[in-house]
């Protein structure tokens, strides 16, 4: 058969970077608290210099959160990549069996088997693993068939047949 890679890890090393956003701006929220909290006093909020000490708490928090969280997605993107690189990943082939799409709305995971492997996934997961569900412009249906690259369950490597 032929197929066509749809997927790969390494494609997109910062897959899942979006997950920092908040912290990023918590971290900034923090840092105006603690460093400049006259500028929210201008702007009416008054009890921002009453708190010093929960102001830098929570910037110190918002920081190491954001900071850990990004250490955490780099490195799980890393090993992925480099797990499909070196081929530490097992192959199955076949059809995509027992599908069973996630709802729009979330709220649940998409999940099917192929050649007696079972896989599941979603669109709100922060992984380093292919995770687009058919309900938001994924590839995977029912009668698919399949090359996948794996490690534990997490898709490394997706390719249909052309």
């Known amino acids: 058969m032929d197929y066509v890679t749809v997927f790969e890890v ?5 897959k899942g970077i979006s997950f920092l956003l908040p912290g990023l701006v918590l971290s900034l929220v923090g840092a105006v608290l603690v460093f400049r909290p ?9 009890r921002a210099t009453k ?9 110190l ?16 993107g890393s090993s992925a990549a ?9 192959v199955v ?5 027992n599908f069973h799409p996630m709802p729009r709305e979330g709220h649940d995971t998409e999940r099917f088997e192929v ?26 249906r029912e009668g698919l068939p399949v090359r996948i690259c794996h490690q534990s369950g997490t898709i490394l490597r997706l390719e249909i047949e052309r």
């Open 93 to 97: 082939e076949g059809t995509v069996e």
């Open 115 to 140: 050649d007696g492997t079972h896989f599941s996934y979603s669109d709100y997961v922060v992984s380093a693993g292919f995770n687009n569900t058919s309900s938001h412009g994924g590839p995977i």
């Open 10 to 14: 390494s494609s997109d090393p910062l």
């Open 51 to 59: 708190w010093p000490i929960f102001n830098w708490i929570f910037f």
């Open 61 to 76: 928090f918002a920081v190491v959160w954001t900071v850990t969280a990004g250490i955490v997605i780099v490195a799980r």
């Open 82 to 90: 480099e797990a499909l690189e070196e081929g530490n990943c097992e």
């Open 38 to 46: 006259s500028v929210l006093e201008a702007i009416g909020f008054r």
